[in-house]
């Protein structure tokens, strides 16, 4: 009996290693779909953008996935409405509101709001599942959000002073809170295969998406495009394929195995895998007040998720 405890602690430990490790991965693929997302919705409006999105994301998965969807039907069908409040949530809501932000914001004022997240998911944590954070957690947190501060004011702190706040900042910020929301809750996903939750997830998405689309148009919108359809399908595709499909999977399992709290820290690499696009993509070169404010990000998520 001792042997299968040990053999049990440690299978969970390497769980906790690999899932600490994965968190690294949705970030890095987030950071590419803020910033394709700030130039693709100038061409897409954002509506129409986020529905291709996760329809894409939907045929694509749909192959690997549909085994597991007709075995686990009977599970997911008797939690419709929770399978429904995480596409609401994290395919809708976030997404949605991020692009249509990023119509009328910067990268810069989007980057300081999306450095709340892990506040936002340490509140929610504690109001809604009433679990503890600790001081060393709120520490680090906010050492963190340092470190994108120094990053997204380009060292210049002064410049608070002048940012202009824009309904797009709404937005964003209305996109953190329903990201939030979703990541609070996975501890309560159906016990269903991963990939059977993540089909429908991105189905219900897509046509949570397309209805508020169908409305928008009903009262004056748009879905026109300003370029060939050639010229965004890339983006496009990575968004579903990356953004969508892979941070999803890796993000959904990371918090299975971390927790909310300490999986809301790994948001703020999202400033700094940013940089690091704009190195090996556009050829730009690192600034000092980068690399500092790198530090200070990583610094802070090694300080939340070593100290209890």
Known sequence: MAGLNSMTHQNNNNKLRLAL???????????????????????????????????????????FSWAYVKRDWDILFKHRWHMLGFALTGAVGYNSFLYLGLRSTSIVNASLILATTPAVFGALTALLLRERITAWQWFGALIS????????LRGDWLALASLNVHLGDVYVFAGV?????????????????????MQVFFTLGCLGTL????????????????????????????MAIFASIAATFFWNFGVKYVG?????????????????????????????????????????????????
């Open 21 to 63: 490790w994965a968190l690294v991965l949705p970030p890095l693929f987030w950071s590419g779909n803020t910033v394709l997302g700030k130039f693709t919705v100038i061409h897409v409006p954002p509506l129409l953008l986020n529905t291709l999105r996760w329809g894409l994301a939907a045929v694509l998965f749909a192959p």
């Open 177 to 197: 809170l329903s990201y939030s929301l979703y990541t609070v809750f996975l501890r309560f996903v159906p016990r269903v295969h991963p990939f059977a939750f």
């Open 211 to 238: 209805l508020w689309l169908t409305m928008n148009v009903a009262f004056g919108g748009s879905v026109s495009i300003d370029v060939p359809w050639s010229a965004v399908a890339w983006q496009i595709g990575y």
């Open 260 to 308: 909310a709290i300490r999986a809301g820290y790994y948001i703020n690499l999202i400033p700094v895998f940013t940089i690091i696009w704009a190195v090996f993509l556009v050829g730009e070169t690192v600034k000092f007040y980068q690399m500092v404010g790198m530090l200070v990000v990583c610094f802070g998520l090694l300080l939340a998720l070593i100290k209890k």
């Open 145 to 152: 959000m340092l470190g994108v501060l120094q990053i997204a």
